[in-house]
C-alpha cells in the first residue's frame, strides 16, 4: 500500500514555557516487520538546541546518534530503540523529526537534462511517498534462491545497529591489516545481508568464507534483492520537479545537504 506523507494527525504546543512542537505519526512497517511487537504510533516533539549539539557531535558511529536524538525526541516508547528499528522506519523518523523542527520545505539544487540549467527547487518533505508494509512483497524478496550456487538465502532487514556495525569492522580490518589489497566493504556488507543459508544460521567464520567463496554473480543477486528488500518499506526518494528555466519536469532522487538541519531563511 502506498500513500502520501501529508497526514498531520496531531500538532500541540504544551503551555508558554514549552514551545516544542509535536506530531503523531505511524510507522510505514506499521510494526509488523518485526519479531518484537512494537507500538507503530509514534509521537515525535521538534528538536531544541542540546539535540542539535548532539547532532553535531564528533562521532564514529553516526547512525546510533541519530537514534538516540530520535529516540530522545519521541514522547512515548514504542518498545523497541530507534537504532534497531528497519532502515525504513528510521528514516521516515529521520524526515518526521525534520519536518516537526523546521517545516516541510525543502530546497535542493536540480539539474535539468533537457536545457542543462541547474535550478534551486522547494521540495514539500510531506509530499514523498511513503511505502506501507506489504506481507506478501517482503516475504517474497526475504528468500532468494542464488543462481549460481543454488543456495537458498534468508535475507535480514538492515538497521541503523548493522550499518554502524559494518562501518566499524571494515576500520578493525583495515586498521588490523593496514597493507591489505583490498577494499573489505563488499565482504562486510554481504555478510551483513545473509541470515540463513539453507536454512541454518552460519557462524562468523563459516558466513565469512562463504562470502570470499562467492561467485560475484550470486553476490551481484543478493546484493540487488537486498535493495529491493530494504526500500519496500519507507520513503520512496524519487522526486518530480520543475526546471526554472525551460519547465521540464525533472525526475531526480532526494539528497541530503546542509538544508535538511539547517535550512536558510532567505
Not at 27 to 40: E, F, N, R
Amino acid at each position: 500500500m502506498i500513500w502520501i506523507m501529508n497526514e498531520r494527525k496531531q500538532k500541540t504546543m504544551s503551555n508558554a514555557s514549552n514551545y516544542t512542537i509535536s506530531e503523531s505519526y505511524i510507522l510505514p512497517s506499521q510494526g509488523k516487520i518485526y519479531d518484537t511487537p512494537i507500538d507503530p504510533h509514534v509521537t515525535i516533539r521538534s528538536m531544541t538546541t542540546i539535540e542539535e549539539m548532539k547532532r553535531l557531535s564528533q562521532t564514529d558511529t553516526p547512525y546510533k546518534v541519530m537514534s538516540d536524538l530520535i529516540e530522545s525526541c519521541l514522547t512515548t516508547p514504542i518498545g523497541m530503540h530507534v537504532y534497531d528499528l528497519c532502515v525504513g522506519d528510521y528514516q521516515f523518523l529521520l524526515h518526521k523529526l525534520r519536518v516537526v523542527t523546521y517545516g516541510p520545505d525543502y530546497k535542493m539544487v536540480i539539474s535539468c537534462p533537457n536545457c542543462g540549467e541547474s535550478t534551486v527547487v522547494n521540495i514539500n518533505l510531506d509530499d514523498l511517498t511513503v511505502l506501507e508494509y506489504n506481507e506478501e512483497e517482503i516475504n517474497k524478496l526475504r528468500k532468494v534462491k542464488l543462481p549460481q550456487t543454488g543456495k537458498e538465502i534468508e535475507l535480514r532487514i538492515q538497521t541503523p545497529r548493522i550499518l554502524d556495525q559494518n562501518e566499524a569492522r571494515v576500520k578493525e580490518i583495515k586498521r588490523k591489516s593496514p597493507d591489505l589489497t583490498y577494499d573489505p566493504g563488499l565482504m562486510v556488507t554481504l555478510e551483513s545481508l545473509i541470515y540463513r543459508v539453507d536454512g541454518e544460521i552460519p557462524n562468523a567464520a563459516a558466513l565469512e568464507t562463504f562470502v570470499r567463496k562467492l561467485p560475484m554473480r550470486d553476490a551481484n543477486v543478493l546484493l540487488q534483492t537486498a535493495r529491493k528488500l530494504n526500500g519496500k518499506v519507507g520513503l520512496d526518494t524519487s522526486v518530480v520537479a520543475k526546471c526554472g528555466s525551460c519547465g521540464y519536469n525533472v525526475v531526480t532522487t532526494f539528497r541530503f545537504t546542509p538544508e535538511f538541519f539547517g535550512p536558510s531563511i532567505d
